[in-house]
């Protein structure tokens, strides 16, 4: 664990703004510095009466996989509680199922046990037999379509409902240029490609001189090709999971170096 005062390491989340608390809390008081750096704002879809015409359909499904915490939100902002009690709840990972049960006062039906994304959820068993199940994907715009495709060939006649989309906040560009030049970060938290994508395309050379002498902490080993595809670093450090304290350990490893 790092040392209390100046010399504390700076760690820069990205997460949304109003995703970042608890993990940043969890940083502070493992003695690092945080900075913030949200790349990503949650924004309404663009197209409102499409997103409500794809949860029109609720009554009819037999199962519905919510892709990502942010897809429970926006579905509980729309809906409130009013989801059929007899449908099938699937959600890509624990992050998400602990979402859901918060929001909505019941357990998930379908979670992996250990990964978190598409390939995690297709491989449970009760998802291989879904030849004329109804099923809704409840996401933002744009993302895979491997869960689609899949359940598709599988058999099961798919819908989505596209709830929200991602866009970069209109400060990341200021907010970068700021840390670059105060230079108080040490390790970069990216927890998703288009996190990575956005911080990229943000960065003029004095940024990116400033990113390239940084170590990057991604959450799986898909992100970290990704930065070595489209960023320079320092080091890329890969957590366990997810989730804040697999992340924190990741931290406390590499200070303990």
């Given at each position: ?133 109804k099923i ?99 080091d890329i ?12 350990q990741c ?7």
């Amino acid at each position: 664990m790092p040392d209390q005062g100046l010399n504390q390491p700076g760690v820069l989340v990205t997460r949304p703004a109003q995703q970042a608390d608890k993990l940043s809390q969890l940083i502070e008081q493992a003695g690092f510095r945080v900075h913030r750096l949200p790349l990503i704002e949650i924004a309404q879809p663009l197209d409102e009466n499409a997103a409500r015409q794809g949860l029109a359909t609720l009554d009819a499904v037999d199962i519905v996989i919510f892709i990502s915490a942010n897809a429970v939100r926006q579905c509980y902002l729309y809906i409130g509680k009013a989801l059929p009690q007899n449908i099938r709840v699937a959600c890509v990972g624990q992050a998400t199922a602990r979402q859901f049960q918060d929001q909505f006062g019941r357990a998930a039906d379908l979670v992996p046990q250990s990964g978190y994304n598409s390939e995690a959820l297709l491989a449970l068993p009760e998802l291989q037999a879904v030849s004329d199940k109804k099923i809704l994907i409840i996401k933002g715009e744009g993302g895979r379509d491997l869960l689609a495709r899949t359940l598709a060939d599988r058999g099961a006649e798919v819908s989505y409902a596209n709830l929200y989309r991602r866009i970069i906040p209109t400060e990341a560009s200021q907010q970068l240029s700021d840390l670059s030049r105060q230079d108080e970060v040490d390790v970069l938290i990216l927890t998703s490609g288009e996190a990575i994508e956005n911080l990229v395309s943000l960065s003029d050379s004095h940024s990116q001189k400033f990113l390239s002498q940084k170590t990057w902490l991604v959450i799986h080993p898909r992100l970290a090709e990704i930065v070595k595809q489209q960023a320079c670093y320092k080091d890329i450090l890969i957590s366990d999971g997810p989730g804040d304290e697999q992340i924190l350990q990741c931290l406390i490893q590499w200070a303990g170096q």
